[in-house]
């Protein structure tokens, strides 16, 4: 089974998200915001997938794909940013910073079961 971890400091997100994962056949996690996913993927085995919010506090979206480019995990996930910031600029700077695809809020399940298809995981 797949796994993907849930990345934003909304409950409601994260509930939904996981809600159309499960759906989907994944195995979710949960994050509230980049340090704790990051510390989960450093901890144990990483998932197959991180559905990354952009806006949180603690540590950012951008902050937590620099930080997990820099990490010493072995097999990198992909990553999805997930959010309503939707100007060219952001898309591009998600990109360069490291992630594979990206998602604009609010989603719903064909939407983001064809991003894990392009990515690979679904």
């Not at 990051?38 to 806006?55: K, M, Q, S």
């Not at 990490?71 to 594979?100: L, Y």
Request: hydrophobic fraction near 45%.
């Amino acid at each position: 089974m797949k796994t993907c971890l849930v990345v934003d400091d909304s409950k409601v997100i994260r509930k939904v998200a996981r809600h159309i994962l499960e759906g989907l056949k994944f195995a979710v996690e949960e994050a509230g915001d980049g340090r704790e996913a990051l510390d989960r993927c450093n901890a144990g085995t990483p998932p197959d997938v991180i559905l990354l919010d952009w806006n949180m506090p603690v540590m950012s979206g951008m902050e937590f794909l620099r930080a997990l480019g820099q990490s010493a995990i072995r097999q990198r996930p992909k990553v999805v940013f997930c959010t309503t910031e939707n100007g060219v600029a952001h898309i591009r700077a998600a990109i360069d910073a490291g992630a594979d695809e990206y998602v604009m809020k609010p989603f719903d399940r064909e939407t983001l079961e064809s991003k894990l298809q392009i990515v690979g995981v679904a």
